[in-house]
């Protein structure tokens, strides 16, 4: 049995001009020519199957060439495209939820113009990636939807808003020998308070974010560049938690 170009195309559902370039990449190649035509074998269809099955799971034209030409470890590539595939499914529910949220709020609100939808599924995106985060061991969803409402920083604010703690820490490192209930202590309680407050402005957060700190809940370990967690020393959280207790007895911040 000869089967042309044309006819394996007409089998298979596979455009003439991808067989073409199937054979161009030396991906499927012909086992013989007729009369300067190129004649497919069973092999080639079952080689053609394996193809199209492994396109089907997202795999690169260059990986399937690999893996069948044995070069590649195909359990290997299997594991890695079932965990991409995972993924892409957890995202496409993530995106389904928060529709169906945008909807729901939608109806409620009875309509809504493009930007409030935009917004809408920019918060209920932005929850998802807390829930995530250190943030959805610590914060109630009341806190996480909270959080959301908070004005974020942009990158250059980010940056120097992180070098601001670093120095803070490394500077109040250097003061945990004196007592934290003297006027130093006072002091560090109050330049700790204020930049606590210029991240969270929300005192319910910031107490939640805070307590978690002392207990443990959420170390560096946790953070990431989204949500950043800078290493804090035990010693210094003792000394200075001590200090803003003082300093709030005494109606000082």
Known sequence: ???????????????????????????LKPSRLYNKYR?????????????????AFGFELNDIKAILSEKLDISEFLQAQRRCLEEKISNLQEASEILSSVIEESKLARSLNTTSILKLIGVYKMTKELEKSWAGKIFTKEQIEKFTTVP??????SEQHTKDWQYLISDTQSHINEDPSSDIGVEYAVKWMNLARACWKDEDLL????????????????SSDQY??????????????????????KELI
Request: hydrophobic share 45%; aromatic share 6%.
């Open 1 to 27: 049995m000869k089967l042309y170009r044309a006819k394996v195309a007409k089998l298979t559902g596979i455009s003439i001009r991808t067989l073409q370039h199937y054979d161009a990449i030396g991906l």
């Open 39 to 55: 004649i497919y074998s069973k092999n080639d269809l079952e080689k053609l199957q394996s193809i199209l099955a492994l396109k």
């Open 152 to 157: 974020m920083f942009n990158k250059e604010q």
């Open 207 to 222: 107490t939640a974010v805070w307590e978690a700190r002392k207990s443990g809940k959420i170390t560096e370990h946790d």
């Open 228 to 249: 950043p967690v800078l290493p804090i020393s035990a010693s210094v959280m003792e000394w200075v938690d001590r200090a803003i207790k003082n300093a709030m007895e």
